[in-house]
Each structure stands twice: as structure tokens, then as C-alpha cells.
């Protein structure tokens, strides 16, 4: 009997993501297509340079949290956090990548495969919520 190796997680940068992750990644899409959908001509720029203006809420306990998943999420190669304020790194650019210095973040960059995996879990959503019901029963 041949083994057949199973594909590794990290081949899939959408397989395990924990609830919180999923759900900042839902919310940042959703929040790239009413600015896409609604912005202006400065907001639109933003989107594709410095991302999201974001600040994290809640109690520090909560607000740590936030902070590893961002975290993890710019590790996975999923989001890009910028700091707009002090225009980090080195003479006031935006990051290129998760290597690049950074200080605290202001915005989130999400990137084409955080999009791509955003849209998945959205889609996956609102398969769920539209499952149809059997004929007869109420």
C-alpha cells in the first residue's frame, strides 16, 4: 500500500487561522469595498499604499490579542502593517514586506492572497447562512 503524503498546512496560508484572524481579515475586506465602492480619489490611494486606518480597541488584554494575530497574519504573508505617522521605515516609506522595520501600525495593507483567502471565508459565510430548507418542513 503507497503512502500519499497529505498536503502540508502551510502550503494553504488559509488553513489554520483561528476565528480572530478570519474575522479581521472578513472585516478588512468588507471595509476595502465600501472604500472601493463609496471612496474618493485620496482614499482610493491609501488603499493601495499604506492600507486601512485602524486602531485597536478593548482592554490591553484584548488589544495584545489583536496585536498577535496582526501579527501572525503579516507572518503568513497575508497582511502588510504600516505605520503612517512616522512613515517607518528609514526615510518615511511605506514597508514592502514583513522584513521591512515598523513601529506601532496605523494601517493595515491587506495583501492580494489575504484578499484572496478574505473572499473565500466571505463566500463560505454566506453559504452557510443560505442553505435551503427541505421541502415540508417549516
Do not use: F
Not at 492600507?51 to 497574519?73: P, V
Not at 514597508?95 to 489575504?114: K, M, N, Q, W, Y
Amino acid at each position: 500500500m503507497a503512502l500519499v503524503p497529505k498536503q502540508a498546512a502551510w502550503c494553504d496560508p488559509g488553513s489554520g487561522l483561528s476565528r480572530l484572524q478570519k474575522h479581521i481579515l472578513v472585516t478588512l475586506l468588507a471595509n476595502y469595498q465600501a472604500v472601493e465602492r463609496n471612496g474618493n480619489g485620496y482614499a482610493l490611494q491609501d488603499l493601495s499604499g499604506w492600507g486601512i486606518r485602524c486602531r485597536t480597541e478593548g482592554t490591553r488584554a484584548q488589544q495584545a490579542s489583536i496585536s498577535r494575530a496582526l501579527r501572525r497574519l503579516e507572518q503568513r504573508g497575508l497582511i502588510l502593517r504600516q505605520n503612517q505617522a512616522s512613515r517607518s521605515p528609514g526615510n518615511g516609506g511605506l514597508r514592502h514586506t514583513a522584513e521591512d522595520p515598523h513601529d506601532r501600525r496605523t494601517h493595515i495593507l491587506l495583501l492580494p492572497v489575504g484578499r484572496e483567502i478574505a473572499e473565500r471565508l466571505t463566500k463560505k459565510q454566506s453559504e452557510m447562512l443560505t442553505v435551503p430548507c427541505e421541502e415540508g418542513v417549516s
